[in-house]
């Protein structure tokens, strides 16, 4: 049996594996590296034993301790639910009105309604309800369908030209699109509509539409062009436009006539977070009873 190989310089055996000239030592591996190793040997067994390990064909080994990540997280949830339905509970006993004269309820209605809102209502009205073209700013304090509390927690509830029974229902009529007037009329009516928010208008145009408004849209928005919160109708009189303020957005809402749709809440919310919810949008408008109604909005 031949002498095992050593390096001339240490002296230490080699592996006898070489690359490129250079030998590999055989030195033993540093004491701690072993202790380390063993200790996690052992820590492994130990933690096959205690905890769920091993996968088999039909389940994996429990461990004695029987630990659950799934029953440990279904168990927060449940504790969750608890304390939201004594929230919850404390929101359906108080009016609107109440939650928002209680610091801590309307806090917890303020943080509630504020996820939920994220959640469901920032894709159409922007985050923090600035609202965008076609889709109603919630934070300006001008109402289609009223400002008040009750008025926003109904809307919410019941949607706007959606499918619920009570849902909240205005038709803005297609003029150009159902012929019930020509291209010159509704260019006239535009003028009017302009006249009406305070800006500079063609007054020939506005005499002539001036019957034209009375016969076809005074019975909504008011003849003094005020809209009316009853019927959805907007204020024409403002500054506030849905889906425009310029001369083509008008006539195109006055020809095509759009309707937006808001969908019913009530079958996917509770009562205590479509309340939440209302307290949100109200304080978040700045808390105000405004009656007025924004200009097209839907």
């Known amino acids: 049996m031949s002498e095992p190989e050593r390096d001339e310089h240490t002296g230490v055996e080699t592996t006898g594996h070489e690359w490129d000239g250079i030998r590999e030592l055989d030195n033993p591996l540093p004491r ?40 440990n997280v279904a168990a927060d949830l449940r504790e969750l639910q608890a304390l939201r339905s004594a929230r919850e509970t404390q929101l359906l006993n108080a009016s609107l009105e109440q939650i928002e004269r209680d610091p801590d309820l309307q806090a917890h209605a303020l943080a509630v309604g504020q996820s939920v809102f994220g959640d469901n209502c920032a894709s159409c009205h922007g ?41 909240r229902t205005s038709m803005m009529p297609a003029f150009g699109r159902d012929r019930m007037l020509d291209a010159a009329q509704i260019s006239d009516l535009t003028e009017y509509v302009v006249s009406l928010s305070g800006r500079q208008a063609d007054a020939a145009a506005v005499g002539r539409a001036a019957q034209l408004y009375a016969d076809n849209c005074a019975a909504c928005h008011a003849p003094n062009g005020t809209g009316d919160q009853m019927l ?13 303020s310029d001369r083509a957005s008008i006539s195109g809402q006055i020809h095509n006539g759009r309707n937006g749709v808001m969908p019913t809440w009530e079958n996917r919310f509770s009562p205590g977070v479509i309340k939440a919810l209302a307290v949100y949008i109200h304080a978040n408008a700045g808390g105000g009873e405004d009656t007025g109604a924004a200009a097209t909005a839907p």
Do not use: C
């Open 32 to 71: 701690w590296w072993l202790w380390v190793w063993y200790a996690t040997i052992a820590f492994s067994i130990v933690y096959w034993v205690l905890m769920p390990a091993w996968p088999g064909i039909s389940g994996y080994t429990r461990g004695v301790l029987g630990q659950s990540d799934r029953a």
């Open 232 to 244: 959805g109708a907007p204020n024409l009189t403002d500054r506030e436009w849905l889906y425009g």
């Open 127 to 167: 985050v923090g309800g600035a609202g965008a073209k076609g889709y109603p700013n919630l934070r300006d304090d001008v109402w289609l369908w009223g400002g008040t509390l009750q008025d926003i927690e109904q809307t919410i509830r019941v949607g706007v030209r959606a499918g619920h029974a009570e849902t």
